[in-house]
């Protein structure tokens, strides 16, 4: 089974997330509020696959996503993005994240992305 870190400072888009992937069999590694969070959960917990949204507080998702390739090179990590976020989303694909989810979240996209991703 797929362990899942799920980031996002938005507590709603974390619930949605984890409940589609909950429901699919995946396991949840670990939330986190911000970037920091997330590379220090990523350390920890090693998870197959990370979703990352892009602008959060503290430390945004594509920063984010530059520490933990540079932590593992392997990390799978798909970006979350709000409409009208395409350059933001170009920046992070550049900085090594797989795929990208828009919101709101369509639970079949999201499952899509995933298995993509973890394949």
Do not use: H, W
């Not at 990370?50 to 602008?55: A, F, L, P, S």
């Amino acid at each position: 089974m797929a362990k899942v870190l799920i980031v996002d400072d938005a507590a709603f888009m974390r619930m949605m997330l984890k409940d589609i992937l909950v429901k699919n069999g995946y396991e949840i590694a670990g939330e986190a509020t911000n970037g920091i969070k997330a590379i220090e959960i990523y350390k920890v917990e090693k998870p197959d696959l990370v979703t990352m949204d892009i602008t959060m507080p503290d430390m945004d998702g594509i920063q984010a996503v530059k520490e933990i390739k540079a932590i593992d090179p392997n990390a799978r990590i798909i970006m979350c993005s709000a409409m009208g976020q395409q350059s933001m989303v170009m920046d992070s694909i550049k900085s090594g994240a797989r795929d990208f989810i828009v919101k709101p979240f369509q639970p079949e996209r999201v499952l899509e992305a995933v298995k993509k991703a973890l394949s």
